[in-house]
């Protein structure tokens, strides 16, 4: 359910995001926007919050289905906080890449084939082509130096990242173990799991932070308003 709703979530963002300008512009009504006196920070602001909102039943789906499982003794409370952070920071990344691709092409479905190509690149096509090539590197540089850069780069994957949290509530709920084997590295405790899901979290808005600024400065550009 986590990973569903998740990937559910980031879809349903991304997609309305990346129509935001490119409808208005199909439309004929780009004009009529740009004429208000808001700001391109707060035009992008609002739209970004308008396509972030539509997540809403993946959250309530969830995380509902955290509390209950709560309720029943079959998740702890560190697992519902950990998906409410990765599912809020991803999500907002896709809806930030798509307000960027908004603005850059000129129709709304290459906006959006190019928002979710940039994301199926990163978060799919990157990983799989470190499994294919995982032996040439452990090759290279040894099997711990490789587990360990693994580890590095998997920290920022929202979905590896995620699929740790449930990987630990699955031993926890079967065996009792508290622990989770870190992409190969070695082992850490479900408490400890918190600082790579911070990391991760971090990274993710700070780069939707720096797309949403980039957004801006591209509506400025375009319009010449502050």
């Known amino acids: 359910v986590n990973m ?43 739209k970004f919050w308008g396509a972030y909102r539509r997540s809403w039943l993946a959250f309530v789906v969830v995380l509902g289905h955290g509390v209950v499982s709560m309720a029943l003794g079959n998740m702890k409370v560190l697992g519902v906080v950990y998906t409410a952070l990765l599912m809020m920071s991803t999500i907002a990344l896709g809806g930030a890449l798509g307000m960027f691709m908004s603005l850059v092409a000129k129709t709304t479905q290459r906006a959006t084939g190019a928002t979710l190509a940039l994301l199926g690149a990163v978060w799919v096509g990157l990983p799989l082509i470190l499994g294919i090539t995982s032996s040439s590197w452990i090759h290279l540089f040894g099997s711990k130096v490789t587990d360990w850069a693994i580890a590095a780069l998997a920290t920022f994957h929202p979905f590896a990242m995620m699929a740790l949290v449930i990987d630990g509530l699955d031993r926890q709920w079967r065996s009792g173990r508290g622990t989770v084997d870190y992409f190969g590295a070695g082992q850490v405790s479900y408490l400890d799991l918190g600082v790579g899901i911070f990391l991760s979290g971090a990274a993710l808005i700070g780069m939707c932070t720096v797309l949403l600024r980039w957004s801006e400065s591209k509506l400025r550009a375009m319009t010449g308003r502050l």
Request: proline share 2%.
């Open 4 to 46: 569903i709703g998740m990937v559910a979530g980031v879809l349903v963002v991304a997609t309305a995001a990346s129509g935001c300008f490119t409808s208005e512009r199909q439309a004929r009504t780009f004009d009529i926007l740009i004429s208000t006196p808001l700001s391109a920070r707060r035009l992008v602001m609002g």
